[in-house]
């Protein structure tokens, strides 16, 4: 009887225990690479039982070659998969997918190439190392296919390690940035990256599918998987470095902790979490592949976005109105909108009628619901938003979300979101980011606009401030009184199109974006409800269709377009000429840099040669016939030894020719006495000239040193001909010459690029006269007259820049004056751009005798030397050259002086050198300087010397370099 009941408890035991127990499923992720960072979310919420707590039991599947993550999903063999984009362009609809979440918003799959290879077609016949699925389902296919690069067209390597590229086995290799960048520069590896965004193949990375049959099977359920996935990325981006030791030390070493800690902060930085939510999918972007899948047959036509993303699809229970929600409105009479009531293209309100984009958009959620949307008038945005606060209106049209916002009304999600940009003169350069913008400029924005908060706290140091509308903020520019004004990009240009066109431009575009959604007052939730569904209906295409009613413009066609042809062939002959010079440039940049990489080649062997020398070798002999310098071995002025190199290189036969002869026999008179100078001297190495057997002679780098051999003091020397050298030498000179030919062609481009502004606003302007029939003839003579002008101003700049680059074929006469100010002529453009002060105190009465086209690129050297300086340095304001020259006894001084804080002491001296350089290696080759100590103390015979000073100008004290070149008067 005990034993009895004993059983029936431990029965209504387990009973209960069991009843408890959620149903748990295993499932399995087929991961589309080895374990690592990338990944971090899943394995979090396993390691920390949230997938448990789902009621899911979750096998992760490290990739292996050959998997097609695709079709193990939709045939079963994985219960979800993981990859980017790129995976609906295979879309079947006999076994169809459905997109869960999106972790990576940006794609982190690029191409890494050798550094000589910049762009998709020069992968060409080369060895490129990617997987077989990436080939076929990848941005990297559909930028190969956008190229018209077929697999016949490219080597294909099996797909390997990134240690075959560092070997130089292959010249690409498929890569994330977030990982195999780190190994390069590691290791010192220098590359190119080859980015699909760069060429508009948008992609987003690391995306969540499964197969549809299982998500409908399982529509309960899927929501927790979702939700226990975001909440495992949560935790691994707020404890990196906890799950860096998980998996490295349970899952995989395949990367060190500092590597998979440069993954976890460059995945961080990928999945855009300022601006979307973890897992959040980017609908426009998918939207936009899917369009393009279509446009390339690729996938069926009949294919919605509906259909691939779970959040909208039709298997989704909240994508249809409820029966409340349908209850609502069969109840409701009308409803009340606020709008903004002077915001075209976007909406307004005139002589009774409501027109414009949102207008459109809004007369198409009414058709939806079959309710009027009744327009609540008021005088301004300002009162708009006080409407909605007194719930004098039900919904307002367009808003953006803020937090203030949230707390008096509920915001759907965004239906239309343009980039900001920024409105200025014409005459202002492109700007690239607001913290470009230098001095205390004003930029003006709409007052109580959303973004004006965000753009204030994002840039402090701008000085932003308020207008009451467009029109004021776009005056306010064309008066001068502000010198930008920020709006999006459709209002800002419906504006310039219909008004300001030749006066005003957009100068850049903002990082932020203008997203409209629809406000509803916060006591409704049922409209918010319906209003969030209205918004997620709203197709692309209706969207499209809506935007080009009132962005577009109808021209008529009847025109005559013989004077327009006439403007563009003259714009297309100059653009012509400037991509002929730039090719030019190109073309003999190459050469050059193929001529410094012979250079290097060459340093390398003699590095290597040096310390083969400084080191114990046993075998003498073995030592003096490995090296590439002649080696000749001296006891008491008497030659005991020479190697085969030093015979060849002095021009004799073998070596008992040389042995036995005295030291100087080899020298040149002219330079024996240097030789017993330097000999003396102990230096390092010395130049002198050797006679060859035949009586010729070359230069030579000689170093010598005392060795002992069998106990006995000898005198090493170790020779090199310098002949090819002093030929590079040579070459170098006129590389220089080449390089500042490529800063020119930049200051070309400085100085073209208003006029060329001024050619395409007089040229579009007479094109929409004459497509509109507005044109006059006085009116278009004036615009010729204006066109002719800037043309012949355009050849002048031409003529200016060609005269530095004549060769100098003698000595001429010129005044210091007129040869400084070619230089700054030459540089003008760059430091306008820099807001560099040159200031000159020459007397017009100096002259020279010499060759006027070297000093001028020694000079220039200088000058682009203290522009630089005061990049690095960071100074902003207070930049100043002075440029002063004088007559001091037998010499003519020119003196450069900057205000950039001077040159370090413990690099002063090295200035001078070939190839010293402060500078990154994109931006210095360290061969400026070098070439003009060559120009002023070889070619000119003067002297240079460069040192630091202090000095006061405008009663305010500065420190900078000075750079002092003597020249002696003939």
Known sequence: MVFFRVCLLFLLFMNILFANTPDIKKVSIQLNWKYQFEFAGYIAAIEKGFYKDAGFDVTLKEYKSGIN????????????????????????????????????????????????????????????SISSFELKNSSLKRLLDKFKIDKKDINIVPFSSVQSFMDGEIDAISAFITNEPYILEKNRIDYNIINPRNYEINSSGESLFSSLNYVKKNRKNIRNFIDATNKGWKYALTHKKELIDIIYNKYSKYKSKEALMYEAKKIETLMLLGAYKIGEIRKDLFTMVLEEAKATKKIDED????????????????????????????????????IDPNRMPYEKFEKGNYIGIIADIMKFFENEIHVPLEVYPTKSWKDTLLAIKQKKCDIVSEIIKTKDRDTYMNITKPYLNFPLVIATKKDVRYINSLNDIIGNKKIAIIKDYAFYKKLKDKFPNINFVNVKSLDEGLQKVMDNSIFAFIDSVTTIGYKLQNSYFSEIK??????????????????????????????????????????????????????????????????????????????????????????REKLKEKNKELKKTQTALQESIQSFEVLLDSTMEAVLVFRDHNCIDINKVGCKLLGYDNPDEVIGQDLYHHVHEDFIVTLKESLNKNLDFYEIEFIKNDGTTFPALVKDRFIHINDEKVKLFTIMDLTELKNKERLLFKQSKLASMGEMIGNIAHQWRQPLSLISTISTGLKLKLETGLDEKSESIEYLDKLNSTAQHLSST?????????????????????????????????????????????????????YRNELTQA????????????????????????????????????????SAGGIPENIIENIFEPYFTTKHKSDGTGIGLYMTYQIVNEHIHGNIEAYNSKYSHNKKMYKGAVFKISIPID
């Open 69 to 128: 993550i695709q079709k193990d999903v939709e045939n079963g063999v994985s219960t979800f998969g993981i990859y980017d984009t790129s995976i609906i362009d295979y879309y079947d609809k006999h076994k169809p997918i459905i997109l869960l979440a999106n972790y990576l918003k940006i794609s982190p799959l690029v191409f890494i190439t050798k550094k000589d290879i910049y762009s998709p077609l020069e992968l060409r016949n080369k060895k490129i």
């Open 303 to 338: 294919v919605k976005i509906s259909d691939l993303i779970f959040s909208l699809s039709k298997y989704s229970k909240d994508y249809a109105f409820s029966k409340n929600e349908i209850k609502y409105l069969d109840k409701k009479d009308k409803i009340t909108m606020c």
């Open 798 to 850: 031409i003529d200016d820049f060609r005269n530095f680059f004549a060769p100098d074929k003698r000595k001429e006469d010129f005044a210091v004056l007129d040869m400084v100010n070619q230089n700054l002529v030459l540089l003008d453009s760059i430091f306008k751009t820099n807001f560099i002060e040159v200031i000159v105190n020459i007397d017009k009465n100096l002259k020279l005798n010499t």
């Open 506 to 595: 957009i100068s850049g575009k903002l990082d932020d974006t203008f997203n409209l959604s629809v406000g509803v007052r916060d006591d409704d939730a049922l409209l918010y409800s319906i209003f969030e569904k209205l918004v997620q209906k709203l197709q692309l295409s209706k969207k499209h269709e809506i935007l080009r009613k009132w962005v577009n413009v109808n021209y008529d066609n009847n025109v005559d377009y013989n004077f327009f042809w006439k403007v563009l062939i003259i714009f297309f002959i100059i653009i012509f000429i400037i991509t002929y010079r730039y090719k030019e440039v190109l073309d003999n940049k190459k050469k050059i840099q193929e001529e």
């Open 859 to 898: 000079l220039l050297n200088i000058l682009n030397n203290a522009n630089d300086a005061f990049k690095e340095q960071n100074i902003i304001e207070d930049k100043y050259i002075f440029v002063d020259s004088y007559k001091h006894k037998n010499n003519i001084i020119i003196t450069v002086k900057d």
